[in-house]
């Protein structure tokens, strides 16, 4: 009788071990995706992303850089101040988009331009995504709206 409590108790202990394992692959595959690490412009530059490599890249959209070409593409410069990087983007940009404005956009480099598959800007006339904020706050010409 002890012999089967004890064979139960490893046969449970083993199954439990393989659905751990088998829930964390599973977990870390539907993840290898959506895992997109911030840079600023400064550090993209400094550390050029391996190609193909999808990331985000935040700052502000560099004075006069905004340039609409055919259909609903659209160029533009991201900065942190410290170095500025070319931005295209193919799609509808958020209505809050704008020159000296915040914006993240996700995507890859190519050639040296970074190629946005999204595009997000800041929501009102406060708020800036904390990754931005950090990176311009580190290149020095982050000035606080609220004084």
């Known amino acids: 009788m002890k012999g089967l409590k004890k064979?139960?108790?490893?046969?449970?202990?083993?199954?439990?071990a393989v659905a751990l394992v088998l829930s964390t692959?599973?977990?870390?595959?539907?993840?290898?995706?959506?895992?997109?690490?911030?840079?600023?412009?400064?550090?993209v530059v400094e550390e050029p992303p391996r190609e193909g490599e999808v990331f985000r890249i935040g700052?502000?959209?560099e004075d006069g850089s905004i340039v609409r070409g055919q259909g609903e593409?659209?160029?533009?410069?991201?900065t942190?101040?410290?170095?500025?990087?070319?931005?295209?983007?193919?799609?509808?940009l958020p209505d809050l988009f704008?020159?000296?404005?915040?914006?993240?956009?996700?995507?890859?480099?190519?050639?040296?331009?970074?190629?946005?598959?999204?595009?997000?800007?800041?929501h009102d006339e406060t708020y800036m995504p904390r990754e931005v904020v950090d990176a311009l706050?580190?290149?020095?010409?982050?000035?606080d709206p609220n004084g």
């Open 137 to 143: 706050k580190e290149q020095g010409v982050y000035q």
């Open 73 to 78: 593409t659209v160029s533009f410069a991201v």
């Open 59 to 61: 700052g502000l959209v």
């Open 25 to 43: 692959a599973l977990i870390g595959y539907a993840m290898r995706d959506g895992i997109n690490f911030f840079r600023s412009p400064s550090q």
């Open 98 to 122: 704008s020159e000296n404005q915040g914006m993240i956009g996700t995507g890859v480099m190519e050639d040296g331009t970074f190629i946005a598959r999204e595009i997000l800007a800041k």
């Open 7 to 16: 064979k139960r108790r490893i046969q449970v202990l083993l199954l439990a």
């Open 80 to 92: 942190d101040g410290g170095a500025t990087i070319p931005v295209r983007f193919t799609g509808v």
